[in-house]
């Protein structure tokens, strides 16, 4: 069993004081529903696949296989990942990911003539491996395997660029705890991104994975008027330890759903710098399906463009 995990996280949250800036990636935000929500989700124990990116913890309890496409497009790059689950009551929850983050393709051309004599591309990717399993009736465990991978190249006759590339491991672990209060309440702790550090090619020096420590609470709140209209109101808090993000950082948000087929969200994100914002978003299932979409308004964005936009849509069966 996994009655260990929550030690464990405790332990690793005391050695994230160390500087770290390699993979930084693994610090983007991803999944339609955890960003509608300020990315306080760590706790939310419906996320399914997204939360091979959060908390595996959360594919604990998955009541069906689950299949999906998460896709975001940000002025920086255009990001997919492609995930599948598989739940067990006896077994226990095993998912799978591909993730690829493209950062587009730029000429490269002569320093005399600029006569374009290649390509170049941009890419990281990270495949992943994830197990849950939920401990009596209030506690989920999961943890999470990652190959890591970044790649910078140039096609063509390209001179003196050269091929950078490196790649490396990492653990993710994750628990969440239902409390027996009369309110409904979940908390959560993460701990991703654990591993070696990421070795580049050519490069003397190589860079520790921005380790990231989330822990966080969820409520349903109950109000008689929803509960008469079968809708339900959830309210998240997150905070999180990453030294690449300037010591921490944190989250708030709503997710309105009425009869368990539509849902609003909303969230604020609390960062230094001008990664702090608010998101929205909204998602609606039916059946097997799911579609879900959000937006982030952060500063940063507003001033290179259009705000990052995340959609997913998942099957489950």
């Known amino acids: 069993m996994m009655g260990w995990l929550l030690p464990v996280l405790l332990l690793l949250l005391a050695q ?8 930084l990636f ?3 935000p991803f999944g339609a529903r955890a960003v509608g929500q300020g990315e306080a989700v760590v706790a939310d124990t419906t996320l399914g696949t997204e939360g091979m990116w959060w908390n595996a913890a959360a594919l604990a309890r998955l009541p069906k296989r689950e299949v999906a496409i998460h896709h975001s497009q940000t002025v920086i790059a255009t990001s997919d990942m492609v995930t599948y689950a598989i739940p067990s009551k006896v077994l226990g929850t095993m998912a799978a990911s591909a993730y690829l983050v493209n950062y587009g393709d730029q000429q490269a051309t002569d320093a005399q003539t600029g006569t374009p004599i290649g390509t170049i ?3 990281n990717y990270q495949l992943a491996l994830s197990y849950a399993t ?3 009736k209030r506690f989920n465990a999961g943890l999470t395997y990652k190959f890591i991978m970044l790649r910078f190249q140039c096609s063509g006759v390209c001179g003196a660029i050269p091929v950078i590339s490196g790649s490396t491991s990492a653990l993710d672990l994750g628990a969440q705890y239902t409390l ?5 309440v979940t908390l959560g702790i993460a701990a991703r991104n654990f591993g070696p550090a990421l070795q580049v090619k050519d ?5 520790p994975l921005p380790r990231v420590i989330q822990f966080g609470a969820r409520a349903r709140i109950p109000v008689k008027s929803l509960e008469a209209s079968k809708a339900s109101l959830d309210v998240s808090a997150d905070v999180l330890s990453a030294s690449a993000l300037g010591g921490g950082a944190g989250g708030i948000g709503l997710a309105l759903g009425y009869r368990e087929q539509a849902f609003l969200r909303a969230g604020y994100k609390l960062q230094r710098g001008q990664g702090a914002g608010p998101s929205v978003g909204f998602g609606f ?12 308004f952060d500063a940063l ?10 959609v997913s849509l998942r099957a489950r069966f």
Request: no cysteine; net charge positive.
């Open 16 to 23: 994230t004081a160390t500087a770290q800036n390699g993979g």
């Open 26 to 28: 693994l610090l983007v």
């Open 121 to 123: 591309t941009n890419r």
């Open 134 to 136: 939920p401990i009596g």
């Open 180 to 184: 027996a209060t009369k309110i409904p």
């Open 203 to 207: 490069a003397e020096q190589a860079d």
């Open 285 to 296: 299932q039916r059946g097997g399906f799911a579609v879900d979409i959000a937006r982030r």
């Open 301 to 310: 964005s507003s001033q290179l463009g259009e705000p990052p936009t995340y």
